[in-house]
Nanobody, 123 residues
């Protein structure tokens, strides 16, 4: 079965950085779209960024542009989210997601989800 396992979350001070990892397994992800979402306590799940497994073309939310970078290492079957200049409002559980069906990176419909990793940014 497809599995997505996030790691790399933790507690950091505002202005700090974290690199989240999403280990993907269970099938070949060629052609897949991989995404990062986050959900803060009491709030709806929010899209952060997406990338094609090929690494060609990426798309990110306005809140992530300039601070967050999504990337993929095909050899390691891992998707990353580099988060810089973190702010308290970035505090959330971050989820990795995969969509195996073709489609635009702007589509927010995904088939598989990881368990999430907590990111807490203190002021």
């Amino acid at each position: 079965q497809v599995q997505l396992v996030e790691s790399g979350g933790g507690l950091v001070q505002a202005g700090g950085s974290l690199r989240l990892s999403c280990a993907a397994s269970g099938r070949t992800f060629t052609g897949a779209v991989m995404g990062w979402f986050r959900q803060a306590p009491g709030k709806e799940r929010e899209f952060v960024a997406a990338i094609r497994w090929s690494g060609i073309i990426a798309y990110s939310a306005d809140s992530a542009k300039g601070r967050f970078t999504i990337s993929v290492d095909n050899a390691k079957n891992t998707v990353y989210l580099q988060m810089n200049n973190l702010k308290p409002e970035d505090t959330a559980v971050y989820y990795c997601a995969a969509r195996l069906r073709p489609g635009s990176l702007t589509l927010l419909e995904y088939d598989y989800w990881g368990q999430g990793t907590q990111v807490t940014v203190s002021s």
